[in-house]
């Protein structure tokens, strides 16, 4: 493939944003002192790697998924736990974090995504749920709903103390910076093409060589590592938390997250994570509208621009200049 | 023994309440071959609604029963005419996403309307319980029972001898044939919408003096729910009552031989299972379920 090639020169533009976006979190980094906004920026950036993980599954692979919420509260269980109870470095923790629901997403996804939409959609809902009543009833592992998982040491990998608030800014902008870099490259990989064949169509792309269940396969056992990952970032920054985290209103929250931002790019994720996370802060007595404005904007995003909110105003904004220039 | 009797009892009870879920599912389902992730929530408003109006206002049950279906019938006609009917031409994963808001949606409603309290209600008007052969079954038991009787022969009767059910069923089998006909498949649409949402009203209705009302709950109950219609064979109504009392049966059971921390894992295992294993259910067409 040539280098002017267009595929290769948005490669190129997302490496650039890439570069703007480090660039900004390094400003904001150090331009935020208080400890309240920064852990809303936290927060941003924990869901902004899960949401980065579910835009692939959804908007690449073509498939849903209602469970990354509880795969985010078993990467968050399997880093604690490694910690508290294994007493191994937060690292491995951290690690298996991911690889772990990595894996559990790759056992499950083989029988799953053979399942069409809606019945996809009730599968995942009822393991979601399914993973939650285990995070209350295995209290040994968990800590149950009531009191959870309280007093988890400090984030201290190799002994570095990375614990603070402001530390774990940077820890989680790094992490949220590779997990960008991971989707921009995959998006670009044989298996990205491969993964936007299948969406356009499953036949053909079958038919033009694609291993559609092992493409399938792939990307959620990816979505699920980075909700693991997310989890695990969540785990050692709040360091107490229960089973109530990770309900199914986690996974339908990075959904809006997904459709808010853009289901075709990792930006979107990212800037709807940003935007869902944070907003709500600004918005006083938001907390009892939540759900109900929540369920407004996600219908009428799928009902009027099922590619995404930031998306069809991004698109819109483009025609118009266009226009404006003919 | 007596103890055993007394555990199929009440998922007996149960059991109704899933099958008439089910069947909500099944009403829909059949005319638009949507799935209705908010159907749960239906029966969610209906009990909280009937369960708010009564505890909170001193409204008689069955004219609380009664607001609360028609009021949940309202809310399916305006999420099939709001949201569905504007996006029925696209793809199938849109739609099911719609009907994921529109349960949030739901939610929200009533987290704002009736608020986030739990509501408790006396028992629709007869008998306090009854004892048969040693076994108890609560006088609003029989109410569960006789409403899912009287709905299951209701929409019988509507499918099969009725001009109203067989424009339906056409308009399901084949939309443009039916416009031909001069069927509106827009309006049929709306009616199994407005169908839909009172029946599971009416089962959250039924139910709620035996449970509580809170805004939370619809998730189980549509789970449940499209389990038992499931595991019936989806589209098939006479498997949708068979699976709901199955799944009440068992939930119950599980409950109380086993561990009630786990009874609701046991709907979402059958839900996987038939899924997974048999996605025609116990009594469905061999229907292509898999991709």
């Known amino acids: 493939m040539s280098a002017a090639s267009p595929l290769m020169r948005e490669y190129h533009a997302n490496l650039k944003g890439m570069v703007a976006f480090a660039v900004v979190l390094v400003l904001v980094g150090f331009a935020v002192t208080g400890s309240y906004p920064k852990t809303m920026l936290i927060f941003a950036m924990i869901h902004a790697i899960a949401a980065i993980g579910l835009g692939l599954l959804f908007g690449h692979g073509g498939q849903i998924s209602l469970c990354q919420g509880g795969l985010l509260g078993l990467g968050a269980y399997i880093s604690a736990d490694f910690v508290r109870l294994l007493g191994l470095d937060p690292s491995l923790g951290l690690i298996a974090a991911t690889l772990l629901p990595a894996g559990f997403g790759w056992l499950v996804a083989r029988p799953l995504l053979q399942l069409s939409s809606h019945y996809l959609a009730m599968a995942t809902l009822a393991l979601g749920l399914i993973l939650s009543i285990f995070y209350t009833q295995w209290v040994w592992l968990t800590g149950g709903a009531d009191p959870g998982i309280s007093n988890l040491p400090p984030f201290t990998p190799f002994g570095l103390q990375l614990g603070s608030t402001n530390a774990m800014f940077w820890v989680c902008a790094v992490i949220l910076l590779l997990v960008l870099l991971v989707a921009i490259n995959l998006i670009h990989s044989r298996m990205g093409r491969a993964l936007r064949a299948l969406r356009s169509g499953e036949v053909p792309a079958a038919a033009l060589g694609v291993d559609t269940v092992r493409s399938k396969v792939a990307i959620f056992a990816i979505a699920a590592g980075m909700s693991g990952l997310a989890g695990g970032l969540y785990a050692n920054f709040t360091r107490a938390f229960n089973a109530s985290g990770f309900e199914v209103g986690l996974s339908i929250d990075l959904l809006i997250m997904v459709l808010v931002g853009s289901v075709r790019s990792p930006w979107g994720a990212v800037s709807g994570a940003f935007l869902i996370t944070i907003l709500p802060a600004f918005l006083e007595d938001f907390d009892r509208y939540r759900l109900f404005s929540y369920g407004i904007l996600m219908t009428i995003i799928m009902v009027f621009m099922p590619d995404g909110l930031a998306s069809a105003v991004f698109d819109g904004v483009r025609a118009l200049a266009r226009r404006r220039r003919t | ?291």
């Not at chain 2, 007394?6 to 829909?28: D, E, K, N, R």
């Not at chain 2, 909280?48 to 019938?73: E, H, M, Q």
């Not at chain 2, 309202?74 to 996403?97: C, N, P, W, Y």
């Not at chain 2, 029989?142 to 409403?147: D, F």
């Open chain 2, 1 to 291: 023994m007596n103890q055993f009797l007394q555990i199929l009892a009440s998922g007996g009870v149960l059991g109704a309440v899933y099958a008439i879920t089910a069947l909500g599912f099944l009403i829909v389902y059949n005319a638009t071959k949507v799935i209705n992730f908010a159907h749960g929530d239906f029966v969610m408003m209906g009990g909280l609604i009937t369960a708010a109006l009564s505890s909170a206002y001193g409204v008689p049950p069955l004219a609380a029963a009664l607001v609360a279906v028609a009021v949940v019938a309202g809310l399916g006609v305006s999420l099939d005419r709001l949201a569905i009917q504007r996006a029925r031409r696209k793809e199938h994963l849109t739609l099911v996403m719609i009907t994921i808001g529109a349960a949030s949606v739901f939610r929200g409603l009533m987290e704002i309307v009736v608020g986030r309290d739990i509501y408790f209600m006396d028992p629709f008007p007869g008998p306090v319980r009854i004892t048969l052969g040693g076994v108890q079954i609560p006088g609003q038991g029989l109410w569960v029972l006789a409403a899912l009787v009287l709905v299951a022969a209701g929409l019988w009767f509507v499918f099969r001898r009725t001009l109203l059910g067989k424009a339906m069923r056409a308009a399901a089998g084949n939309g443009r044939a039916a416009q031909l006909y001069g069927i509106d498949p827009q309006l049929m649409s709306a009616i199994s919408y407005a169908m839909s949402g009172g029946l599971g009203a009416l089962a959250g209705a039924v139910i709620v003096p035996l449970a509580s009302g809170y805004y939370q709950t619809g998730l189980y109950f549509g789970l449940k729910g499209f389990a038992a219609a499931i595991l019936g064979g989806l589209g098939n109504p006479f498997g949708a009552v068979i699976g709901g009392v199955l799944i009440g049966l068992m939930e119950s059971l599980a409950a109380g031989y086993i561990s009630s921390g786990y009874k609701d894992s046991i709907a979402l295992g059958v839900l996987l299972a038939v899924l997974l294993l048999r996605p025609s259910g116990l009594f469905g067409s061999s229907e292509a379920v898999r991709v």
